[in-house]
């Protein structure tokens, strides 16, 4: 397990029930809406790109810096292409 993940375990195991959740409830399209969870001052968990929400994975969560860089992803994936509008929401708060 990444630094990362050890680090914030907790808040993504919370993120990956919530996205089962909502797509249980048929509140996102099966790639569709994208979460994100600022965990701390410079850390974002966000869900990637193209996955099931009802599928999702502990692993497929991914970590970006406020600066949008990434900062974890695991085999190959990419934060959704709406991390940008996530980061500006929570610059403004």
Not at 30 to 51: A, C, F, H, K, Y
Not at 84 to 89: E, F, K, N, V
């Amino acid at each position: 397990m990444h630094v990362l993940q050890q680090k914030y375990e907790r808040e993504i195991n919370e993120m990956v029930h919530t996205c089962h959740a909502i797509a249980q409830r048929q509140y996102v399209t099966s790639q569709g809406g994208n979460l994100s969870w600022r965990v701390g001052p410079e850390d974002v968990l966000i869900t990637p790109t193209r996955v099931n929400k009802g599928k999702l994975r502990f692993d497929d969560i991914v970590i970006v810096g406020m600066d949008g860089r990434v900062r974890y992803a695991a085999g190959g994936r990419r934060p959704t292409g709406e991390v940008y509008i996530h980061l500006g929401i929570y610059q403004k708060r």
